[in-house]
């Protein structure tokens, strides 16, 4: 399948998602954890297995899940962006998206504003002004409604009760589930405000797997899954150091850094326990998860904002070698043995049951 017709398939069916799945056969999830400018590890790898398949890595799954640099990605998949293009967006523009704006201390506003990404994002060989009813798979965005409080999912309309979300436009749903608290300013869009998906679900693959179990009937043995992680650094004490708990404990001399730390604990602890999880419910050989733990010495170059040529280099090698350990595993291969066969619903003039925002 070329890589422009695969945004065709989308939209167009009438058929559900459920009876559109070849009896006993798997149903393929892909998650993508967020993780700031380390989402180049992950785009990599994405580039990695298109370029060993010689297709678009949509072809292969029936639901595709993202956080914040996970959801980007997810949508660029969902959409039949080759993940080529978005390396090569992150390496040439990772320093112009971090690039820090005149502040003091981040004390009356966020280190660094989305105005390089929108306009990146917005770009006619990304998303342009394609609207989430586009995609072509099932695909489910976090993102916390700042506004009410609440956690959201934004969702293709792959089920009668889904269909208010798919007029988003991706480039607001892209800047919604990666508006990271400190790092930069909320998305306001359809009179909301919202913030990083990561600070409930920074590694979506057990939300996915809920969406496949309870929205479109997918038994868990059933489900066959690839995460794809972002090298999330694993915070620990010092235990020479303060433990009184204080400002001084968690922030160092820079007391605005305490909420990056706790924000970058939050985010490790996470995709630690949704692996954990999810080894226990899914059956062995169906679940994948494509990752690399950063020694110390990786980990002084890397950060969700660090997006300089050492961070690149131990970014895209990491990848490279992920890529390959996985591509060697025959197991791992059969993933690409399966053609997704789950459209989006059609649901012009549907008049479905509304439901909570929350639909998880």
């Known amino acids: 399948m070329p890589m422009n ?37 992950c785009a990599r790898i994405l580039a990695d297995l298109e370029q ?9 799954f029936d639901l595709i899940a993202g956080t914040s640099i996970g959801g980007i990605l997810a949508l660029a998949v969902a959409v039949g962006v080759p993940a080529e293009t978005m390396v090569r967006l992150f ?50 965005i976090p993102a916390i409604n700042y506004s009410t409080g609440r956690p959201v999912l934004f969702k293709t309309p792959h089920h009668e009760d889904f269909f208010r979300d798919q007029n988003h436009r991706l480039v607001d749903v892209a800047l919604a589930t990666s508006a990271a608290p400190m790092y930069f300013p909320r998305h306001s869009f359809n009179n909301s405000q919202y913030v990083d998906g990561g600070l409930f679900a920074n590694a979506p693959g057990m939300l996915a797997l809920h969406e496949a179990h309870h929205f479109l009937d997918i038994g868990y043995e059933q489900a066959r899954l690839v995460a794809i992680g ?43 326990l949704v692996h954990h999880q999810l080894e226990h419910l899914l059956e062995e050989g169906n679940y994948f998860h ?71």
């Open 5 to 41: 017709e695969l945004s065709k398939e989308g939209g167009a069916g009438n058929q559900s998602p459920q009876s559109a799945v070849k009896v006993g056969g798997p149903f393929q999830i892909l998650a993508l954890s967020g993780g700031g400018y380390r989402g180049l590890f």
């Open 230 to 272: 972002t090298m999330s650094s694993r915070f620990t004490v010092n235990p020479a150091k303060n433990r009184q708990g204080g400002m001084l404990d968690w922030g160092g001399i820079l007391p605005a850094a305490t909420p990056k730390k706790l924000f970058g604990l939050a985010i490790s602890a996470q995709e630690a």
């Open 91 to 140: 390496e040439t523009h990772g320093e112009e998206i971090f690039k820090a704006r005149i502040n003091f201390m981040n004390f009356w506003r966020s280190t660094y504003t989305q105005e390089r990404l929108a306009e990146l994002l917005q770009s006619d060989d990304v998303f342009g002004q394609k609207t989430l009813g586009s995609c072509a798979r099932p695909v489910i």
């Open 290 to 360: 494509l990752d690399d733990v950063l020694t110390d010495e990786r980990a002084r170059a890397v950060a969700l904002d660090k997006a300089d040529k050492s961070a690149r280099e131990v970014l895209l090698g990491s990848a490279d070698e992920c890529s390959k350990r996985f591509l060697g595993n025959e197991k791992f291969r059969e993933v690409f043995n399966h053609r997704a066969t789950s459209r989006i619903r059609n649901v012009a003039g549907n008049a479905p049951t509304m439901r909570s925002e929350v639909q998880c």
């Open 52 to 60: 060993f398949t010689g297709q678009p890595t949509a072809t292969y």
